[in-house]
Each structure stands twice: as structure tokens, then as C-alpha cells.
């Protein structure tokens, strides 16, 4: 875009880590890149002001956990079934062996999950997580006690079910 220089720059570098980050919030590829398209149309808006005052990169992440968590104020988007298309980008994101834990992460409710992911994946502090999201401290560490909890005994089932452990 010639009116927004670095902008183009800013995407090409930083489309992958953005995916990533969005597939960790969501748990679904392709949720993540709808997530990713919104955050970057609303960067884009915004570019002037960022570019000078802020870092773009930490406002397109904090619009990314926003925009997620938005969706606890709305019903439930409809989630078709069937088989879904191959994975584009398949490097982005974790391969069939890695997946066992992103499935678990996938079926915590979203606050827990952008809790936990906020927290161990973008390494923010409580204060931070709070004012990202919009909740309070406390709020944010009894869901991190909750998802990781839900997290410690949905794998040690899992552990169990398959014979690992003795």
C-alpha cells in the first residue's frame, strides 16, 4: 500500500507468527486465519497511529485475544461437520503428532483457553491478561486454575486410557 508504508512489510513478516498465535486461541486453522484477516483489516485502519506511538505487533495480538473472546458476548457460531479441507500452511501449524495437546487446549471453554494461552504461549503477567481481556486479576488466575486443572486431568485420563502410565 503506498499510503501506509511498512504495512505490507509488517504483514509479510509477521502472517506466520500471527497464524500460529491465532490457531493457539482458537484451535481451528481456519478460525485462526478468519482471526487473523480481522485483526490486520483493523491494523491496517489504524496503521498511522500505531506505526508512530505503539508497537503494531502487540496491537495486532491484543486485537487478535479480543476479537476471540468477543465471541462469549455472542451466540455460538454454527461449526459445520465433515471433513475439512487440507491444511494450506501446513508448517504453521503443529503436525498430527503435536496435536494431542492443542485438542485438549481446543475443548477448554475460550476464557480459560485465552487465559492459558495469554499466559504460557504470549508470556504475559496476570495484570496484563486482565487488562488485555478486560477482566480482573483474580478472574484471571482462577480460570488459569480451572483450564490448567481441566488440562492436567483430561491428559492424565487420556495417559491412562492408552497404557502409558503404570
Known sequence: MDDEP???DFVAEQTEALLRYGYVLTGNP?????LVQEALIRLCGAWPRVRRKDSPHSYVRTTM???H???WRRRRREHLTGAPPDRVHREVFPS???QGLWRELAALPRRQRAVLVLRYYEQLSDAEIAK???ISTGTVRSQAFRGLDKLRSSLLSSMETHGSMR
Not at 481456519?30 to 478468519?34: I, L, V
Request: charged letters at 35%; glycine letters at 10%.
Open 96 to 98: 498430527e503428532e503435536e
Open 6 to 8: 511498512g504495512f505490507d
Open 65 to 67: 485475544a479480543r476479537l
Open 69 to 71: 473472546i468477543s465471541v
Open 132 to 134: 488485555v481481556l478486560g
Open 30 to 34: 481456519h478460525d485462526a486465519a478468519d
